[in-house]
């Protein structure tokens, strides 16, 4: 049975950085998106970037300066990396499979995505 299952989160001091990856063995495929997704607590669940299967990539304008998505199709790994951490960067951050790709591009929003992570934790200290 596939899935995925991210890794790399932890703690981290503001400034710092952070690389999570999803094990995405079976998800990268044509036509369809990828993505990183956190939900803080008492928030909603929120998109942070997303990219297809021939490397187009998107990352929400707010974190575009110090987020980056990328993906290594041979590994089928998905990957953020996160620089300049900040507290408000504190989350739950899942990896999400199955995103219809749209005329406009990769979906921002978690429901048109399809299968999720058990997602890691973030967490940054000032």
């Known amino acids: 049975q596939k899935q995925l299952v991210e890794s790399g989160g932890g703690s981290a001091q503001a400034g710092g950085s952070l690389r999570l990856s999803c094990a995405a063995s079976?998800?990268?495929?044509?036509?369809?998106?990828m993505g990183w997704f956190r939900q803080a607590p008492g928030k909603q669940r929120e998109g942070v970037a997303a990219i297809t299967s021939d490397g187009r990539k998107t990352v929400v304008d707010s974190l575009k300066d110090r987020f980056t998505i990328s993906q290594d199709n041979a590994k089928a790994a998905l990957y953020l990396e996160m620089n300049s951490l900040q507290p408000e960067d504190t989350a739950m951050y899942y990896c999400a499979a199955g995103g219809r790709l749209q005329s406009y591009g990769c979906p921002r929003y978690p429901s048109p995505y399809s299968d999720w992570g058990q997602g890691t934790q973030v967490t940054v200290s000032s």
């Open positions: 079976g998800y990268i495929r044509s036509g369809y998106c």
